[in-house]
Every structure is written in C-alpha cells, then in structure tokens.
C-alpha cells in the first residue's frame, strides 16, 4: 500500500465527523444553560434552586448521561447495531431538547413545568446512550488495531465534536440568556435534528460499518430497520415517563433503594457480560488496563466538568463580561474550550502521527499523565482567580481563558487517546460494551463534579475547591506515572 493511502482517512470518518459535530451542538447548548436556567430566579424564567441544589442536578444529570452507555452498547452489540442505535438516540435527544424548551413555556404551570423538564432531561440520557457509545465505535472499525492512523483519526473526530460545542454556547447560549430560555434549547432540539438527517444522507460511506449483528455487506439501512428504532424509541419514551410517575408516587427513601438495588443488578450484569466476552490471559490483561486508565479517567473528569457548573457560575457572578461596551453572556466562555481544539487538535493530529513515524510517538500511559498534570495546572490558575475574585472585585475574563486553554491541552492528550485506547484493548465481542465502561468512569466523574463543591465544605470546610483540584490531578498524574512499567505489560504490544 503506498504512504499516501496509508494517510488517507476512509470517507466515512468525515460522515462521522459532522454527524457528531451536531449532536454535541445539541448537548453543550443545553450542558451551558442548564446551571443558570436553574439558579436563576422564577420571576425571570428560571427555577430560582440555591447554588448546591443546582450543581447537584448538574452532577446527577450529566453522570447519568455517561452512565446509560453501557446499556446502549449493550443493546448495540447484540441486537441493535451501531447505526440503528444512533438512530433511535438522536430522535430521543431532539425530543429532550424541544421538552426543556417546553418546561420555560408552561410558566404559569409549575407541576406541568416540573413534569417536562424532567422528562426532557430522561429523555435526553437515554438518547445519549444510545447515540454516544456507537458512533465512537463505528469511527473505531474503520481502522486497524495498529494502523498508525488511528489515534489520529480519533483527533479529527474530536475536531467535530469541537466544533460543535465551539457553536453551541455562542448560539443556544446567547439565545437562552438573552432572548428567552425556550429559544436556547429549541435550537439546542434543532442541531439534533440535523445530526439525524446528516447520518441518513451520508449512512452509505461507512464501508458497512455499524451493521446489526450477523449483517454484512450491505451498504444502508432498510425500512424494516426503521420500525425497529420507532419501537425503541417509544419504549424508551415510556420508561422515563413510568420513571418519572413511580417518583411521584413512592416515597423519596423508596425511591432511593429501587436506585441502589438496579444499580448494584446493572454492574453485576455489566461484569457477566465482560466476563463471557473476555477470553484468555491477553485480553484479560488488556481489560485490566482499561480499569487502571477508567480510574486516572475520573481524576481526570471530575476536574474538567468544573466547566458547566462552578466556572460556569464564576463566568456569571464574578467575571468583568463587558466586552467593548456589550456584557457577553456568561455560557459564551464555554466556547473557549471547544475554540482551542479547534485551533490546537490538528497540532496534536499531527504530531502524534509524525513521532509514530519516527517511532518515538508517546505511550499511552505518558499522554494520560500529562494530561492530568496540564488540568492540574489549569487549577493552580483558577486558584489564583478566585483569590483575586475575593469580594465585590470582578475579575479580568483572560483567568478563564487561560484555564479553559490548559485544560484543553490536557484534555487533548487524554480523551481522543483514551476513545482510540478502548478501540485497541476492548476484546473484540465487547468492544461497544467496553466504550460504555469507559463512558461509566466519566458518569462518576460527572456526579463527583457537581457534588464536589458541597462535599469538600463537609470534609474540609473552608478548603478552596480549586486548591483542593489542583493537588488531587497531580495525584492522579503521578499514579499513572508510577503505573507506566505495569501498564505496558498488560497491554500486551498495543502502544
């Protein structure tokens, strides 16, 4: 095969690419507005919650959003198939999305109002479950498992998925802000909608890719394939309404033990399925790597998800937003994030695959440690922030750049290798599940995002939060650090 072909990127990933640039469009127009939406006062649109019941909803949502890929791969890899699976989850999403719009609608119902912000935000983590998982997968399988391009293939994937949270906070956010919540998430419900449609038309470039299990060679989907994702999603549409009913009607302590018995019978389940799809020392040995870097995974997400709710909270209360003469909306900074991988991803594209070349490219392990040492590093600034925020003081907008620029360089060397590494190490029954697992240790993460801040006033009252951040990723850097001889071996040649 001549060098030029080998680096080429099928067409399919750029298929991939706008069809994930939109969906994240839909989520981090509404992962920006959530935590204002909610704090801000009932008489102005907003559900008037106290800071920590906010970040708590913040926490739980988008720890759940991570968490319902397990049982999206799931279904994908036994019965579904990637493609149908994003099919029936980008429908559910868009449906969320138009149900938060919904919720600002009915102001003059609080129980109606309640009801279908609720539902939307159900319905918006079982359509991530759905969606997320498999189309990270299909980007996987059009690779080999040491094809040099595969780490830079993931890059340029995360490039759209950047894209879109880039475009996300300047429109849905600005909109929501500043003309009317309602408006925020319907055009949130509309980039979702166009992800569904851009999937269709572009579905015959994936090589066929992401077929239903015991499918092969065919190129697109069928019209019976389609009463299967209308059965899904109405299925799924009566589970989170049922849920939602029980809530209702049973007590809070009930509910709570329901949660905690599922919970426990989801991860018994999830190890069955594992354990009959991992067979032999190697593929153990793999599996055991995946569960070291899923941990320095929540070290690593439970920092950077700081960004929608207590950066998002800094943005509002204590940064100066007057930008020649005109106050951005706070969401608007969430941009900067996306903004810088943009700009750096293809840096990062091609400097791994010009050092795999030179076969000096980075292991694994070392990309995660800095990774983690770079968002440790991004704290030590924010630290440095909310010191000077102390009072009335509004501080300059450059600290959240400076942050937001950081982290990204952290999340650069960690998430789009750490999508890639699943691909690599997953045995090849499972690979779907696996993505799911890895999307599970960013669901904790999540939740411990937004419990963090009352959590740490509990254990170390009067400690900084972005102190205390700061100190637990460089723990987490050094721990993979240490880890390095260890985690080689178990990958068994996979770099």
């Known amino acids: 095969m001549a060098t030029t072909e080998k680096m080429t990127h099928p067409r399919g990933l750029y298929s991939l690419f706008f069809t994930e640039m939109w969906e994240r ?88 109002r309640e009801f279908l912000f609720y539902m939307g935000l159900g319905l918006l983590m079982v359509g991530n479950g759905f969606f997320k998982p498999n189309i990270s997968t299909i980007v996987g399988t059009l690779y080999e498992d040491n094809d040099p391009r595969k780490d830079s293939a993931f890059t340029i994937f995360y490039m759209g998925i950047n894209l879109g949270a880039f475009l996300a906070p300047i429109i849905c956010g600005t909109l929501g802000e500043q003309v009317g919540w309602k408006y925020g998430f319907g055009a949130a419900g509309i980039g979702m909608l166009l992800a569904c449609i851009w999937f269709y038309l572009e579905e015959a470039k994936l090589e066929g890719q992401g077929m239903p299990p015991g499918r092969s060679g065919e190129v697109r989907l069928i019209g019976k394939d389609f009463w299967v994702v209308a059965g899904y999603i109405v299925g799924s549409f009566a589970v989170v309404y049922g849920f939602l009913a029980l809530q209702v009607a049973i007590s809070e302590g009930a509910m ?45 997400w439970s920092g950077f998800e700081q960004a929608g709710g207590t950066f998002n909270l800094f943005a509002a209360d204590e940064t100066n937003r007057s930008i020649f003469g005109y106050e951005v909306a706070a969401s608007l900074f969430q941009s900067i994030n996306a903004l810088a991988i943009f700009i750096f991803a293809p840096v990062f594209a091609s400097f791994w695959v010009t050092m795999a070349t030179r076969n000096r490219n980075p292991s694994t392990p070392a990309k995660f440690a ?116 260890l985690l080689r071996k178990l990958m068994k040649g996979i770099h």
């Open 370 to 485: 800095l990774g983690l040492a770079m968002l440790s590093l991004g704290f030590v600034v924010m630290s440095l922030a909310s010191f000077a925020a102390e009072g009335d003081a509004l501080v300059s907008p450059m600290w959240l750049v400076g942050v937001y620029v950081l982290h990204t360089f952290g999340e650069l060397c960690l998430s789009p290798i750490g999508l890639s590494m699943i691909t690599k190490l997953a045995p090849p029954k499972i690979v779907s599940v696996m993505m799911g697992l890895w999307f599970a240790s960013m669901a904790l993460a999540n939740y411990m995002a937004g419990i963090m801040e009352s959590l740490l006033e509990k254990i170390f009252p009067g400690m900084n939060l972005f102190v205390f951040l700061t100190i637990t990723a460089a723990a987490g850097a050094l721990l993979i650090f240490a880890l390095t001889p």
């Open 25 to 112: 469009f839909s989520y981090y127009g509404m992962r920006a507005l959530l935590v204002l939406y909610l704090t801000t006062e009932y008489t102005k649109g907003g559900f008037g919650f106290e800071r920590a019941s906010a970040l708590e909803i913040y926490g739980i949502f988008t720890g759940l959003v991570y968490l319902t890929p397990i049982v999206g791969g799931m279904l994908a890899d036994r019965i579904l198939g990637q493609r149908r699976a994003i099919y029936a989850g980008g429908i559910l999403m868009a449906l969320g999305q138009f149900g938060l719009a919904a919720s600002h609608i009915y102001m003059e119902d609080p129980v109606q």
């Open 256 to 300: 709570s033990t329901i949660i905690q018995v599922v919970a426990v019978l989801g991860l018994l389940g999830l190890g069955y399925v594992i354990y009959n799809g991992t067979s032999g020392n190697e593929q153990w040995s793999r599996v055991g790597a995946i569960m070291i870097f899923a941990i320095a995974n929540i070290f690593f």
